[in-house]
């Protein structure tokens, strides 16, 4: 079992920028995918940034140039930093891993992310 903690989401205005961190419980090894989902009121769970099969990213369209993914492996924590927010951005972020060959997902609980115009 993989416990992943998220942190760093909040209130920003429009143009402002938040950094969220994603720890996980342990070193984890054979990842698969690591990386950021949102889910805004309404809408269908999307891919925000990821990592695959070691340092490929994947972003989606709508953050691209503003979101940048990163990693610390020595801390088993995955962080995504956001510049430029616009309230579309609204939303909770959740944390999520794919790992080994049974393709094991797991997920962090959240956290909320809201941007004002």
């Known amino acids: 079992q993989v416990q992943l903690v998220e942190s760093g989401g909040g209130l920003v205005q429009a143009g402002g920028s938040l950094r969220l961190s994603c720890a996980a419980s342990r070193t984890i090894f054979s990842i698969n995918a690591m990386g950021w989902y949102r889910q805004a009121p309404g809408k269908q769970r999307e891919l925000v940034a990821t990592?695959?099969?070691?340092?490929?990213?994947n972003y989606a369209d709508s953050v691209k140039g503003r979101f940048t993914i990163s990693r610390d492996n020595a801390k088993n924590t995955v962080y995504l930093q956001m510049n430029s927010l616009k309230p579309e951005d609204t939303g909770v972020y959740y944390c999520?891993?794919?790992?080994?060959?049974?393709?094991?997902?797991?997920w962090g609980q959240g956290t909320q992310v809201t941007v004002s115009s």
């Open positions: 999520n891993i794919v790992v080994g060959l049974a393709r094991s997902e797991y």
């Open positions: 990592f695959i099969r070691g340092d490929t990213t």
